[in-house]
């Protein structure tokens, strides 16, 4: 059995690193188990987005 492939290796490339994971994801906060839960359309993005809120004391849910 064979896959069938409609795209080059290099295009696959472009498409798999241009790919964005969707979902709903689940932050945790350890001191008192406060939880956030949210969505995205890009995750990774979003969640580099909360590090850095949290890191700088900035996040947009007060119980963070």
Same mark, same amino acid.
């Given at each position: =059995? %064979? %896959?069938? %492939? $409609?795209? @080059?290796?290099?295009?696959?490339?472009?498409? =798999?690193?241009?790919? !964005?994971?969707?979902?709903?994801?689940?932050?945790? !906060?350890?001191?008192?188990?406060?939880?956030?839960?949210?969505?995205?359309?890009?995750?990774? @993005?979003?969640?580099?987005?909360?590090?850095?809120?949290?890191?700088?004391?900035?996040?947009?849910?007060?119980? $963070?």
């Amino acid at each position: =059995m %064979s %896959s069938l %492939s $409609f795209y @080059s290796s290099k295009e696959q490339q472009i498409l =798999m690193t241009n790919k !964005k994971i969707r979902g709903i994801y689940k932050i945790v !906060k350890k001191i008192n188990n406060n939880v956030y839960i949210g969505s995205s359309v890009n995750i990774e @993005s979003r969640h580099q987005g909360h590090k850095k809120d949290l890191r700088n004391g900035k996040h947009h849910n007060y119980l $963070f």
